[in-house]
């Protein structure tokens, strides 16, 4: 098992930049890939970006593709999600997610774990 969580989120005005952190317990994170989701109030979850076990594969929504950036450092246990040219849409719980059975994956039912989720609030 892998606990995840995440950091840092927050309030910022439309075109500021945000950096998330995902921390993981335990001696195997090279062996998930994983993944940032959003949730806003309403909607369902969507993912947003994922990386695969070794870092050498991404995936991005089209939303927001040139502007956010997935990346781990696996020793560390921790994936990032760098955030620019926010937008007021951004605004919504991000939760970092892990998935064992998929060495990369964009599909929402093949993560097992996830974290708490950080509230991240794009101001216009």
Known sequence: ????????????????SLRLSCAASGRTFS???MGWFRQAPGNEREIVAAISRGGGNTYYADSVKGRFTIS???????VYLQMNSLKPEDTAVYYCAASYKAAFSAVTAEYDYWGQGTQVHVSS
Do not use: H, I, P
Request: proline share 0%; charged share 20%; hydrophobic share 30%.
């Open 31 to 33: 062996r998930y890939a």
């Open 1 to 16: 098992q892998v606990q995840l969580v995440e950091s840092g989120g927050g309030l910022v005005q439309a075109g500021g």
């Open 72 to 78: 781990r450092d696996n020793a560390k246990n921790t």
